[in-house]
């Protein structure tokens, strides 16, 4: 652990924080766990694009995944696709599903306020919730249907209004074929007891969630892990647990809660070059992202529409993006020219991704390869553009 020591505890320098950070998510050196269990460290996936960014995610962190075993997991029920931290749809385990969903209730609830608080004042939600359960419960909906199911007896209401109403009172997940790599489907929901045969967790631990997202994002102030959960208030949580963690302190003098035990790595540590998928939780999980993303580079990667592209890691950090083509074509953007053994990483790279693409067809905008670039097993292109 590098650090100078204050009165308050070390101090934790930038390239410090971002080393611990790649060692806890596997982007350091990759691991051989299972899909199953590198989700559940992560606390999930996000998984706004289907299927590409949790397979991709996976990708960048485990020797040898290939995508059949996470779509087995799908077609299984042991991993779903259901709206959780941020109000985003995530891709997490089954017993995350049911424990963290009650936790995250209020991020669903302000959302809904925010975006369609007008449209549904004076709305019997409890009783759009209770029909909404019973029609996706007697068959999975996409939300076009179920809002116009539920407009029916509602003719004054905005069938999508009402659609997002139901996805905020109740725990949907999506149902494959949705989700499974290489193949398209419907975005269609029921409810995650139906799907799952549980209940929801009736007495979920916020001390648990914040553990979880030390030991996969720490050291982290509280804003941070209030910018992870979408959750407020949290500050609490961590002062009932201080006596459980370690202090440090950022270059700012902003306070970092840690486990003793998780990796701190030097901040000279070697980082290998990396891929990193679209809407990666590696760049959405801090208040302040500078320890992977620098803020001259966020505009390049975030849009404002909320979009986030695949991004290239050289020393640790952001410098560049990427993407996957519907030809199966890997082309990378470096920000700025690249060292010789940087390209040539970047390549290898690049080459590991249009490996894993090629593995399998698709249908185009089904989100996994295109049948326009090939049948099975075919590889794309690798491509390095020159920075502007």
Same mark, same amino acid.
């Given at each position: ?18 080393r611990a950070l790649l060692a806890r998510q596997h982007l350091l050196a990759r691991t051989r766990r299972t899909p199953a269990e590198l989700v559940h460290h992560l606390v999930g996936l996000q998984a706004q694009a289907a ?54 209730? &209020?991020?669903?609830?302000?959302? #809904?306020?925010?975006?369609? $608080?007008?449209?549904?004042? =004076?709305?019997? %939600?409890?009783? !759009? +919730? ?88 720490? &050291?982290?102030?509280?804003?941070? #892990?209030?910018?992870?959960? $979408?959750?407020?208030?949290? =500050?609490?949580? %961590?002062?009932? !647990? +201080? ?7 950022d270059e700012q003098g902003r306070l970092l809660y840690d486990l003793p035990d998780a990796p701190r790595p030097d901040g000279d540590t070697p980082a290998p070059v990396r891929l990193v998928a679209p809407f990666d939780n590696l760049l959405l999980s801090h208040a302040d992202r500078s320890r992977v993303l620098p803020e ?41 020219? #690249? ?15 249009? +490996? ?33």
């Amino acid at each position: 652990m590098t650090g100078t020591g204050t009165a308050t505890g070390p101090v934790l320098g930038r390239r410090a924080l971002g080393r611990a950070l790649l060692a806890r998510q596997h982007l350091l050196a990759r691991t051989r766990r299972t899909p199953a269990e590198l989700v559940h460290h992560l606390v999930g996936l996000q998984a706004q694009a289907a299927p590409q960014p949790p397979y991709l995610g996976l990708l960048a962190r485990l020797d040898g995944f290939t995508p059949e075993p996470l779509s087995t997991l799908i077609e299984q029920r042991a991993v779903v696709r259901t709206a959780l931290h941020r109000g985003t749809l995530h891709l997490v385990t089954a017993d995350d599903c049911l424990a963290l969903r009650p936790l995250l209730q &209020p991020v669903l609830d302000h959302g #809904l306020r925010t975006a369609f $608080g007008t449209r549904l004042a =004076g709305l019997d %939600l409890d009783a !759009l +919730a209770a029909e909404a359960r019973d029609l996706v419960e007697a068959e999975p909906r996409t939300f076009r249907q179920l809002g116009a199911l539920l407009a029916a007896t509602r003719p004054d209401r905005h069938p999508a209004a009402l659609a997002q109403a139901a996805r905020s009172r109740l725990p949907l997940v999506q149902v494959p074929p949705r989700g499974l790599w290489g193949r398209g489907g419907p975005a269609a929901h029921t409810t995650a007891e139906a799907w799952l045969g549980r209940p929801l967790d009736p007495a979920p631990s916020p001390d648990d969630l914040t553990l979880r997202y030390l030991a996969a994002f720490g &050291p982290a102030t509280v804003a941070d #892990l209030q910018k992870w959960s $979408g959750l407020s208030r949290l =500050g609490p949580v %961590l002062k009932r !647990l +201080a006596p459980r963690l370690l202090a440090f302190r950022d270059e700012q003098g902003r306070l970092l809660y840690d486990l003793p035990d998780a990796p701190r790595p030097d901040g000279d540590t070697p980082a290998p070059v990396r891929l990193v998928a679209p809407f990666d939780n590696l760049l959405l999980s801090h208040a302040d992202r500078s320890r992977v993303l620098p803020e001259e580079y966020r505009g390049r990667v975030m849009t404002p529409n909320g979009l986030v592209a695949g991004t290239l890691l050289v020393d640790g950090l952001v410098a560049g993006t990427w993407r996957l083509t519907d030809d199966q074509d890997v082309v990378v953007r470096p920000f700025a020219p #690249l060292r010789r053994a940087d390209r040539q990483a970047a390549e290898a790279e690049a080459e590991r991704v249009a +490996a894993f693409a090629g593995r399998c067809g698709g249908e185009r905008g089904a989100g996994g390869p295109a049948a326009g670039g090939g049948g099975a097993g075919e590889r794309g292109a690798v491509r390095i553009e020159e920075p502007p």
